[in-house]
């Protein structure tokens, strides 16, 4: 990775399909501004948008791909992890990103992200979790929080939360993190460390369903719904502080887990050449 | 030398949090009582880690009834901040008080009320000459920047011990002593040079004025370049979501009758790019253009 800074300043036109905008996200959907993020982790890593490959599966998070101007893959619901393994195996010289959302990947996609995990292939998902099932029509989804009003629960969620992050963790991601749409340069910076990460990197964005899930529940409007995410997060310099105590149910933020593991591609590359090899000594 | 009379001394000291005005009044409580006299000693320190004011009166003599100096009544004022020095000049006694403040700035949040890039903050603008024009013994020294350059900014006060130490009529010896009493044992060494840097430098006369452009804060508002910033706003894309309206610190955005987000006052947006930032839409482009730059 190049350590320059870029020398022109982040212009979110030179990386958006111009022609596709204004994109069909609802007034004040927290998508936005992390699609804004990922692409400036994109510019100020100096990434060639012909080296870049982003992969989405089905859901408000699946479209965010059609808006971006380089190789970019809307899949199938839940898959988009399987197709990036593939893509990710096939072309290593590719920066392979996968945009996808709390249902996408937890509930219908669940069993390729923890294989996605355990695997440890050179990726870097982006998980926006709004909580919800926004584009299908406002459904229960994982990760939505107990007591939360849904189509689908009328009387209120009463199942338990899904932690993304644990799970990524625990089933062996090496790069997790966490970040909400409000610290917009924290998340960027989040996503910068992730793309550059060599191994399985997930980022979980708490972003904002304001048209169906803020409005169901009475939440507010999306700069409410964004300070009140903002203000049960524990940020990173506040790890292991005196206000640990006194709110015990804060999310942590930032960079939850980086662990050294062996990368799948290089492993899956030299066991390819080794056949070959062989392959040429008996043929 | 303070005059000596029936009442109490009084010596008035005042700083911001942090930069051991309570130490400078321990030092010169413990002194005076080790000498005998009766001390009494109040201060106010709540705002002290929030960057604000703190002050501390300290009388002593053969017998003291109020711990609290009356306005104008103050025999030494001795400050450790600019600012801080102009606020209580009132409590020192015009016609006997002597004058001792350091000339480093510490310039408020509140005084920042112009929120544009490079702009002058609003601060005390009386500059030290002035001041010692109008008062009959003072100093106006540079403490922040002898401490710097002896190894440790944190030894300002004592520079400014020093310098009292020669209105005062108690002995250096015991000046020291009680110092090295007060302070970390590591830095002892600094505090002695500090002390004897700032005696010193009073000793060469009074009325004197020293002031360089290394205080603490001075060369951070310097430093800011004076940008032109221009904010465009794609009405087509703007879904009038209201975040930038909300989140705008300086609050100067708004949605109009289309519910599209509109500047109305231009002068008012300070560039700090918020909006932008955290439009989803797309919608708000701000450049900062360096005002050099524009001229050319």
């Known amino acids: 990775m190049k350590d320059l800074e870029p020398e022109t300043p982040f212009e979110i036109n030179d990386y958006i399909r111009l022609e596709q905008m204004p994109h069909f996200l609802c007034p004040g959907c927290g998508h936005g501004i992390a699609l804004r993020a990922l692409l400036w982790a994109v510019h100020e890593l100096q990434i060639d948008k012909d080296k870049l490959a982003v992969v989405s599966g089905i859901g408000c998070s699946g479209r965010l791909s059609a808006y971006i101007d380089a190789n970019t893959f809307h899949t199938t619901h839940g898959r988009p992890l399987a197709f990036a393994t593939g893509l990710a195996l096939a072309r290593p010289d590719l920066h392979v990103i996968v945009i996808t959302g709390d249902g996408d990947s937890l509930a219908i ?30 459904q229960v989804s994982p ?18 939360v899904f932690d993304a992050c644990a799970l990524a963790s625990a089933a062996g991601a090496s790069f997790v993190g966490r970040e909400v749409t409000m610290q917009v340069t924290g998340l960027k910076n989040l996503m910068r460390g992730a793309i550059e990460h060599h191994g399985f990197s997930f980022v979980e964005v708490i972003s904002d369903c304001t048209e169906i899930y803020g409005r169901k529940n009475d939440l507010g409007m999306s700069p409410e719904m964004m300070l009140s995410q903002k203000a049960t997060m524990r940020p990173e310099a506040y790890r292991n502080t005196v206000d640990v105590p006194f709110r015990p149910n804060a999310l942590e933020c930032g960079v939850l887990t980086q662990k050294d593991r062996p990368e799948y591609g290089s492993a899956y590359r030299e066991m390819t050449a080794n056949l070959r090899a062989k392959g040429k000594q008996h043929g | 030398m303070v005059e000596k009379r029936n009442g109490p001394t009084n010596v008035l000291i005042v700083g911001v949090g942090g930069q051991g005005v309570i130490m400078v009044s321990k030092v010169l409580a413990q002194l005076c009582q080790n000498h005998g006299y009766e001390v009494k000693q109040s201060e106010v320190h709540g705002m002290a880690k929030r960057g604000g004011g703190v002050f501390s009166h300290v009388r002593y003599g053969s017998a003291v009834w109020s711990p609290t100096i009356p306005e104008g009544e103050a025999d030494v004022l001795l400050a450790l901040e600019w600012a801080e020095a ?78 009292l130490s020669t209105t005062l009529e108690f002995p250096v010896e015991d000046w020291l002593e009680v110092i090295r009493g007060f302070v970390p044992p590591h830095s002892i060494d600094i505090n002695m040079a500090a002390f004897a840097a700032g005696r010193e430098w009073a000793q060469a006369g009074d009325k004197r004025v020293e002031e360089s452009a290394k205080g603490l804060h001075k060369a951070d508002v310097e430093l800011q370049q004076q940008v032109i910033t221009k904010l465009e706003i794609t009405e087509e894309w703007c879904k ?54 524009a001229a050319e």
């Open chain 1, 109 to 138: 996609g669940g069993n390729h992200l923890i294989h996605a995990c355990r695997r440890n292939l050179n990726l870097t998902c982006m998980m926006l979790n709004n909580e919800i099932y926004g584009m299908t029509g406002g």
């Open chain 2, 240 to 293: 009038g979501c209201d975040i930038c309206v909300k989140m705008c610190p300086e609050r100067c955005l708004r949605l109009n009758e289309q519910l599209v987000a509109e500047l109305p006052d231009p002068s008012k947006c300070t560039g700090c790019r918020m909006c932008e930032w955290l439009c989803p839409d797309f919608a708000i482009k701000i450049t900062n253009t360096p005002v050099l730059e």
């Open chain 2, 86 to 163: 102009l606020r209580w000049i009132n409590f020192m006694n015009p016609d006997t008080g002597t004058f001792i403040a350091d000339t480093q700035r510490i310039v408020p949040p509140f005084a920042c009320r112009a929120r544009g890039r490079g702009e002058e903050a609003g601060y005390a603008p009386q500059t030290p000459e002035e001041i010692m024009a109008q008062v009959r013994a003072g100093y106006a020294i540079d403490a922040t920047s002898m401490a710097e350059d002896l190894g440790n900014l944190k030894a300002a006060n004592t520079v400014l011990l020093g310098a």
């Open chain 1, 143 to 160: 990760t939505t929080s107990s007591n939360r009003y849904t189509t689908t629960t009328p009387a209120g969620n009463t199942e338990p």
